[in-house]
């Protein structure tokens, strides 16, 4: 099992109706608006890193409202 995080900027005004969005994609396992930087992070599991990447290219960043995202990929050493 793989873990990512995203952290998420939006567009002003967007911080719920992106976090509402969220739930219903495969793999997000966890949500929370944020303050700082970015507006929202998210958790994302699935059963490799190639599938978290393609949670985040063809799911997350198509939501409406979302103008930046950084993914951290958790690493086993």
Known sequence: MSVG??????EPGSEISVRN????IDGVS?????FGSHDLLVKV???????ITKIVIGD????E????TRTL????I
């Open 60 to 63: 997350i960043r198509a939501i």
């Open 21 to 24: 969005a969220l739930d219903s």
């Open 65 to 68: 409202g979302i103008t930046d």
């Open 73 to 76: 990929i958790g690493a086993e």
């Open 30 to 34: 966890g949500r929370w608006v944020v």
């Open 45 to 51: 599991e699935a059963d490799d890193e190639s599938k």
């Open 5 to 10: 995080f995203v952290l998420i900027t939006t």
